[in-house]
C-alpha cells in the first residue's frame, strides 16, 4: 500500500482553492503544468510510502493525535518549490492556523516514528494545486500571486486521514484508509 497521511477541506475552502488554479491555469500556458484535481486537494503531513498494511500507519496516527482539537485554518497566498526561477510544484499556502498545521504535524511525526516508520519530515503548511512540466510565463508567478488573496476562505480541520495513492496514467486515484477525528 503507497499510504500518505492527510486532511481534506470543507468545500467552500476547496472552492476558493480552485478559483486559483483555474486563474493559473489560464496564466501558465497550455502543457505547462499538469494539474491537480480539485477532489485531491489536501494537506499532507507525511508520505509513508509503500508499506505491507495500515496497522502501523493507523497506531502513529493515534498516538500522535491524542488530545488535540479541531481548529480553523484560512487560505494563505500562492508560491513555488523550490524557487521562483525554477519552479516545479505550485501551491496555495494556508494564512491563519499555519501554526497550529505545524504542531500538529510535529505531533504526528512523533507518534508515526514511535511507531517504527521511517518518512522525510519537512512539513509546510500548503496545498498543491499542480507539478510544472513546461516553460512558464515570465511574470505568472506575480499575476498569479497577485490574483490569489482576493479568495478568501476558511475550513475547519477535524481529522487527519490515512490515505492510500494508487497511481494510474490518468493521474493518482486516493482512497482514504482510516480516519482519526480531532476533538
Given at each position: ?114 511507531a517504527g516508520l521511517m518518512f522525510e ?63
Amino acid at each position: 500500500m503507497r499510504l500518505f497521511v492527510a486532511s481534506s477541506f470543507e468545500p467552500a475552502f476547496t472552492a476558493s482553492v480552485k478559483a486559483i488554479a483555474d486563474y493559473a491555469a489560464a496564466n501558465a500556458g497550455r502543457g505547462a503544468v499538469k494539474w491537480v484535481a480539485p477532489e485531491n486537494f489536501h494537506l499532507t503531513y507525511a508520505f509513508l510510502g509503500d508499506l505491507p498494511g495500515a496497522e502501523q500507519a493507523v497506531k502513529g496516527i493515534d498516538a500522535g493525535l491524542a488530545g488535540l482539537k479541531a481548529f480553523d485554518v484560512s487560505l494563505g497566498g500562492f508560491g513555488v518549490f523550490p524557487s521562483a526561477r525554477r519552479p516545479s510544484v505550485l501551491w496555495v499556502g494556508i494564512g491563519e492556523g499555519a501554526q497550529e498545521l505545524r504542531a500538529l504535524a510535529d505531533k504526528l511525526a512523533a507518534g508515526l516514528a514511535e511507531a517504527g516508520l521511517m518518512f522525510e519530515n519537512r512539513f509546510e503548511p500548503h496545498v498543491t494545486i499542480g507539478r510544472v512540466k513546461g516553460e512558464l510565463p515570465d511574470n505568472f508567478t506575480r499575476r498569479v500571486a497577485d490574483f490569489a488573496p482576493a479568495k478568501r476562505a476558511r475550513s475547519r480541520v477535524a481529522s487527519v486521514e490515512l490515505m492510500e495513492s494508487a497511481l494510474t496514467p490518468a493521474g493518482p486515484v486516493y482512497r482514504q484508509v482510516y480516519s482519526r477525528c480531532l476533538l
